[in-house]
């Protein structure tokens, strides 16, 4: 396994999505937030937004949460101001790492950032020396025990999937940004349950860190980069062997 899914898996593994199921409400209500300020509150006109509500109804986030956000976003109730940054570096093993962000407080986040590259011995780098290293992709993962392989295919290309892959546990369905939600669509309403589903970044090449010193430090840096309130995403390109991390369990 390797990058977005690789470090997905690490994540429900360890317990961690629903321990810090406060953070993904924050996030979300970031996202819905900025996607109602720049698309406004209508989700019938505002892919954006109905891709963000949808991911929060997945979440089974409150009904108010989502109305109060989606206020906050077009004006009708006061709220903070969020601008979109990202942040790119290389972490330890010489993975690349991207840093999506929403902060309403720029130069607190990007100090906050730096810092967790640097005490894992990885470099906060300049914007584009790391991007070109992905592809925004539609990412939905379903669980292998919750389905067909075969018939996850069909319906995931008819609905106009790019790619149905078999990763360790799950199978991760492939989409161009703009197919995401008619893809995602398509299988909520054949009924597939998804363990995740976002438009994120895919590795074009994944890198395999072997030595035990260097996935520890790269795990605490994901870590410590989730747990920062202004990240919504971390992306990287690293790949670790199973063995690898079953001794580190």
Known sequence: MSGH???????????????????????????????????????????RLRSA???AKTENMPKDNIDRAIKK?????EGAVYE?????????????????CMTDNR??????????????G?????????NYMFDKKGSILVDKDSIDEEKL????LEAGAEDVLEEESEFQVITAPEDFDAVREALESEEVSFLEASVSMIPQNVVEVTEE?????????????????????????????????????
């Open 5 to 47: 899914s690789k470090w997905s898996t690490i994540k429900r593994k360890k317990g961690a999505v629903d321990a810090k199921r406060g953070k993904i409400f924050t996030r979300l209500i970031k996202e819905i937030t900025v996607a109602a300020r720049m698309g406004g509150g209508d989700p019938d006109g505002n892919p």
């Open 53 to 55: 509500i949808a991911t």
């Open 73 to 77: 976003g077009t004006g009708e109730l």
């Open 84 to 100: 979109e940054v990202t942040y790119e570096g290389y972490g330890p093993g010489g993975v690349a790492v991207l840093v999506d």
């Open 107 to 120: 130069n607190r986040t990007v100090a906050d950032v730096r810092h967790a590259f640097t005490k894992s």
């Open 122 to 130: 990885g470099n906060l780098g300049e914007t584009g020396c790391v």
């Open 153 to 156: 295919m069909d319906m995931a």
């Open 213 to 249: 010193g260097a996935v520890k430090r790269l795990l605490r840096l994901m870590e410590t980069l989730e747990d920062n309130d202004d990240v919504q995403n971390v992306h990287s390109n690293f790949d670790i062997p199973d063995e690898i991390m079953e001794s580190l369990s």
